[in-house]
């Protein structure tokens, strides 16, 4: 692996670090102040369609898509420096070069299964930034850890599909731009391998018997920038079968196809959280003085400033080699690798942001810093995607497997 950023890369880089200094820092409080306005919390601040159509213009656009007939043909790894960059601002950042989760796995879905038409109707507006989508897997009945326990019912009759469950924390469904679902449930609940008992297809957020029944809350924060997640109950909802998404027991498969890519994404994003992190509490330690010193001279304060980066280069060159893997020997052969970084990375920058909390004082758990709202991402990372837990056992297994 080359560790050096090839031409391509530095010149994105480049283009996007002016980016984020000349129009989404100075947004962050333009967009809170806006946001006081808006019908509802979840509404997007008018700002924001201003950076996407910035974003746009220098190039800035769907840079998360492999491949170059939907996006803009970077590898994995000339993609994560890029998102690193855009994570510290994740409220705007990746909203703005329309490289925001959920959207970004449910492109790459489409892209890779969906049909010609499932495409042109919803895959084109998306990676033109006109709508919003949401995944919807999570059951709040069930050890959603586990996706084979899925309870939502997708029921054949005639040429369409009922659907019938209650899912939950399903993110981004509270934004009103959010038109479409995919949603997750078992079309053959008997079938032997239950592996082969879950289908996805697509609802349109208007289709009757949809009910987003209530937001909910992540350590108290409405997530409005993230668009929300939402209680939704699909009460016999009726689609055609046309809106099936791949083939009838698909559906365990597509999601770990999304899941992975969705996995380092995240991770990525996560390491330019650590990094402002690490620049706020520089920045606090030189201007404040604490029993006749700066806090920079504290001993304590070194140490966290000083093992924060050292994490933070470890945690990069795992993504980074995760990234190489991914690229040159594809997602499966990539497995350890992603579930290791998938482990180390949120748990790593939740220690980093709760030190730079701990340097702010007070000011850390309010909003006059990004800090707190940080945490509170970077903890439900930990859950998202899979619970550490989950990673961790697939991960021994297959280290035991080579000594047993």
């Not at 090839?6 to 200094?21: Q, Y």
């Not at 809106?243 to 990525?268: D, K, S, T, V």
Request: with cysteine; glycine share 8%.
């Amino acid at each position: 692996m080359d560790f050096a950023f090839d031409a391509r890369t530095e010149e994105l880089r480049g283009r996007l670090l002016a980016f984020m200094d000349e129009y989404v820092h100075p947004a962050e409080e333009v967009a809170e102040r806006q946001r006081a306005a808006l019908p509802s919390p979840w509404h997007t601040p008018p700002v924001v369609e201003e950076l996407k159509a910035a974003a746009r213009a220098r190039g800035l656009w769907n840079l998360f898509m492999p491949g170059d007939e939907y996006g803009a043909g970077l590898t994995n790894l000339q993609y994560a420096p890029l998102a690193e960059i855009t994570g510290r601002s994740p409220q705007l950042a990746p909203t703005a070069l329309n490289c925001a989760a959920p959207d970004t796995g449910n492109m790459e879905l489409l892209a890779q299964f969906g049909s010609g038409r499932q495409r042109a109707r919803w895959l084109e507006p998306l990676l033109a930034g006109e709508i919003r989508s949401a995944f919807a897997m999570t059951e709040p009945d069930v050890a959603s850890s586990d996706a084979t326990n899925v309870q939502t019912r997708i029921e054949r009759d005639g040429d369409s599909y009922v659907i019938t469950g209650r899912k939950w924390y399903i993110s981004g469904a509270m934004n009103p731009a959010c038109e479409i679902f995919i949603v997750m449930g078992k079309t053959d609940p008997g079938a032997e391998d239950v592996r082969r008992q879950q289908s996805m297809v697509l609802v349109p957020r208007d289709t009757p018997g949809v009910e987003v029944r209530r937001a909910m809350k992540v350590y108290g924060y409405e997530d409005h920038y993230h668009g929300g997640h939402a209680e939704i109950v699909f009460d016999r909802v009726r689609v055609p079968v046309e809106n099936l998404i791949g083939e009838e027991g698909g559906g365990f498969a597509i999601a770990q196809a999304r899941l992975g890519p969705g996995r380092i994404h995240h991770c990525m994003r996560l390491i330019g959280m650590a990094e402002r992190a690490i620049e706020l509490m520089c920045r606090r330690a030189a201007s404040r003085t604490a029993f006749g010193r700066p806090l920079a001279a504290q001993g304590v304060v070194q140490e966290w400033i000083a093992d924060a980066r050292v994490a933070v280069e470890q945690l990069r060159l795992l993504v980074l080699k995760t990234a190489w893997l991914m690229d040159t020997a594809g997602n499966r052969a990539a497995h350890t690798e992603i579930q290791a970084i998938k482990i180390a990375t949120p748990r790593t920058v939740v220690e980093i942001l709760d030190r730079a909390v701990q340097l702010h004082g007070a000011g850390g758990v309010g909003q006059d810093f990004p800090l707190a709202e940080l945490w509170a991402a970077a903890r439900t990372l930990r859950l998202a995607d899979g619970p550490d837990e989950v990673h961790q056992r697939s991960l021994a297994r297959r280290e035991l497997r080579r000594h047993l």
